[in-house]
């Protein structure tokens, strides 16, 4: 056990004009996470301190903050890696909504804009002819998943849009999560969808706003690599570009 | 933390109910060990800026004749322009290994049938490019061909 002390950012809408630093003082287990000196404060010291958390095992995506000055899962990260001073704060480059825990709906709204979700070009009905004749599915070999399958496992944390400096100083900018989504699908040997985010792909404040940082794929714990798909896509869209300069009906899938 | 990152960064599309504090961002985040790489990145842009005026005076140096010319090399003897002629080759190799480091996973994974070599062999190609290039430049230069 060692005596640590805790800053955490306090923030009431109510009461505060802009967020402030509360030092608590906690005895800390060895095996402990960054969570459990949160989840200490708030059900031993301070009640009021307001923070998101869930499975405690790095899958809900939802404990996010900044642990001195780098985001983190705070459920994955050894507090004994820290000091004796401990500065915890929501997750940088997000409205703050209350002392830990922050805006989620801007990050929402892009995540749906890239169309996360397998899209067919035909009607149901003529789609028919496509599916598996006896399991009613569509069928998709090992490799093609393999095409896609690690930007598929996003958890929606959110680390990669506070490590982004682009997404600190261009609010347009889609940002890594929802690309990577984005380019999941379009990878996706079952979707049909890549022209209609032809668009949100090409437009402005999309993949080429990214200046390839790769600060997002640095932080990342679930080992997506936005930053790959982001240039992936960038890649691609070239292709497409050039296609259209020589085929009749352009280079979308 | 508590530099102010962009106002609108990550705003909602509508405002919620409850006034929420702007976001922030570290204010040392460019000190940051792990943004640091990207930082010295993105300043190598100031010693490009530099030599594109160099390049400039040269031309115009070319333009005037032969004795502009010859004090125009003579100048570039000067230890100032040998020590940024340095920087620049050891910027220009830290970039290219940057990008070279980076490129393999920009690869798409198949364009049609055809799939990318793994990531290793596309960095070694790209190695193999460079060096081969440099060791033609430095032929020409050093007058072996052409
Ligand atoms: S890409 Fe990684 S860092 Fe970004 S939201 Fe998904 S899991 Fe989190
Ligand atoms: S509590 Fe679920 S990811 Fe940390």
Redesign the interface.
């Known amino acids: 056990m060692v005596e640590k002390t805790i800053i955490i950012t306090r923030f009431d809408p109510d009461r505060d004009e802009k967020p402030r630093k509360q030092e608590y003082t906690v005895p800390c287990e060895d095996s402990w996470k960054v969570l459990d000196a949160v989840n200490f404060i708030k059900d031993e010291i301070d009640a009021t301190v307001s923070h998101r958390w869930s499975c405690r095992m790095a899958v809900c995506g939802s404990c996010g903050m900044m642990v001195n000055g780098e985001p983190k899962l705070t459920c994955k990260t050894a507090l004994s890696d820290y000091d004796d001073r401990v500065d915890i704060e929501p997750l940088a480059n997000f409205p703050i909504v209350r002392d830990l825990v922050v805006e989620l709906d801007g990050f929402m709204h892009k995540f749906e804009s890239v169309k996360p979700w397998i899209i067919r070009a035909k009607e149901q009905a003529e789609d028919k002819a496509s599916l598996h004749p006896e399991k009613d599915t569509f069928g998709q070999s090992t490799e093609e998943l393999g095409n896609f399958k690690q930007f598929s496992m996003c958890i929606n944390c959110m680390l990669c849009y506070s490590a982004c400096p682009v997404v600190a100083n261009e609010p347009d900018f889609l940002g890594p999560a929802a690309i990577a989504l984005g380019h999941r699908y379009n990878l996706d040997s079952r979707d049909e969808g890549a022209e209609e985010r032809h668009d949100i792909f090409r437009g402005e404040g999309t993949v080429f706003s990214c200046s390839y940082a790769n600060e997002c794929s640095e932080v990342c714990p679930k080992n997506v690599d936005p930053a790959a798909a982001i240039n992936q896509a960038k890649f691609g869209t070239v292709i497409d570009w050039a296609k259209g300069l020589v085929l009749p009906r352009g280079g979308t899938k | ?2 530099g102010p ?2 106002p ?7 405002p ?1 109910r ?9 204010s ?2 460019w000190s ?1 060990k ?2 640091r790489t ?1 930082i010295l990145f ?1 300043a190598t842009g100031i010693i490009y800026f530099l030599i594109a005026f160099l390049g400039i005076r040269l031309i115009n140096a070319l333009g005037a004749g032969p004795e502009a010319w010859d004090a125009a090399m003579e100048s570039l003897k000067n230890p100032i322009y040998i020590a940024f002629h340095l920087l620049t080759l050891v910027s220009v190799i830290f970039v290219a290994v940057r990008f070279f480091r ?1 490129f393999p ?7 049609g049938p055809m799939k990318p070599p793994p990531g290793p062999i596309i960095h070694g190609m790209l190695y193999v490019v460079w060096f081969g290039i440099t060791a033609f430049m430095t032929a020409v230069l050093a007058g072996v061909i052409l």
Do not use: V
């Open positions: 933390m508590a990152a962009h609108e960064a990550m705003a909602p599309p509508t919620g409850t006034r929420a504090a702007p976001p922030q961002m570290p040392t985040w940051a792990r943004i990207y993105d980076l996973k920009a690869q798409p994974p198949a364009m």
